[in-house]
């Protein structure tokens, strides 16, 4: 078995000049090559500028964000214009279009008044920087509309274990709408519960067991609730940083399911695979690659079904990291 590109690219927002679009204030872009070139061919990118978006020429004044925290305003640095209406207006129609686009997640450009997600730096009325940071307008307006969806900034995707983290949620996500949501019943929901157990053990215990109790408790008279629940605890539960302690615990736990179908040899090569990986000797890669072999050459059809053997594209190569 074979991780392959799944057909249909995946929906994802994005903050245009990190595509390559010119439509940044002094107008230049911010390409990132990462998510043109090795994400490309997986995710269809909705590029959006909010700042050209609401009307702004190109290239256009600074701005920056004035005011408070909970409600900053979009002010011109040079001109002192303010621009939040404008803005605002923008936020609210595009929100609304965005709900027809089926994305599965948004990747912002860091620091941008209209696009940052976190840390936005704000200024006083006499443009002096406060020791006081917000998000932009525009990507607040998105969380706030779609609060459950996989969001990151370019910069954060640097770090192996954020870029793990998004992408794999951004996959998890597209897995539950299309074997859950494109046809929804009782037992595709408890199908899928089954399927993503190890996944979500190595990100959430404890959610584990919520959407457990969900899963079997689940009635097709009352279905909609149940998935519209399951769904938001499942991206929540997903959102929780997989460490390697809880990694470990599945590996174990995996171990533990057909230990008896391997020889002597074999269960003390995957126990000694498994402490390396513990003592941080070997990536998480190298566990995973030997278990998915014992599996397939045992035939393990409830492992063979698991999300965690191949949780987004091996290609990405997310877990070869230390």
């Known amino acids: ?48 500028c909010p700042e ?25 640095v040079r001109s002192g214009t303010d621009f939040t209406a404008q803005m605002l207006a923008f936020c ?18 860091a620091r941008s008044p209209s696009s940052g997600l976190f840390r936005v730096k704000l200024y006083t009325e006499d443009g002096n920087a406060t020791n006081q940071y917000t998000s932009g307008l525009f990507a ?18 640097n770090d192996p274990g954020l870029r793990e983290n998004f992408i794999e949620r951004v996959f998890a996500l597209k897995r539950w709408r299309e074997a859950v949501m494109a046809a ?23 959610g584990l067991s919520q ?5 079997a408790g689940a009635a097709t008279d009352s279905l909609s609730d149940t998935l519209s629940a399951y769904e938001a605890l499942f991206l929540a539960a997903m959102a929780e940083p997989a460490t390697p302690g809880r990694h470990v615990n599945v590996l174990q736990h995996m171990q533990g399911y057909f230990s008896e179908n391997l020889t002597p040899r074999e269960r003390q090569e995957l126990a000694g695979v498994i402490d390396e990986y513990a ?25 063979m079904q698991q999300h965690y053997l191949y949780p987004h594209p091996s290609e990405l190569k997310l877990r070869n990291h230390a």
């Open 1 to 48: 078995m074979t991780a392959t590109v799944a057909p249909c690219k995946i929906p994802i927002g994005v903050s245009a000049c990190l595509l390559g679009d010119k439509v940044r204030f002094d107008g230049q872009h911010k390409h990132d090559t990462f998510l043109t070139g090795t994400l490309g061919p997986y995710f269809d990118y909705v590029p959006i």
């Open 52 to 76: 050209v978006g609401c009307g702004l020429p190109v290239p256009r004044e600074a701005m920056h964000l004035v005011g408070s925290p909970d409600a900053p305003r979009l002010v011109g």
């Open 92 to 109: 609210e129609r595009t929100v609304e279009a965005l709900k027809d686009k089926n994305l599965h997640g948004f990747i912002f450009k």
């Open 140 to 157: 607040r307006a998105f969380t706030r509309a779609f609060p459950a969806l996989p969001c990151e900034e370019e910069g954060r995707l």
């Open 184 to 206: 929804p019943s009782v037992r595709g929901l408890q199908a899928f519960h089954a399927h993503a157990k190890y996944l979500l053990m190595a990100h959430s215990p404890d």
């Open 211 to 215: 959407l457990g109790r969900l899963a």
């Open 279 to 303: 003592r941080e000797q070997v990536p998480l890669i190298v566990p995973v690659t030997l278990f998915r072999h014992y599996i397939f050459k045992y035939q393990t059809d409830y492992l």
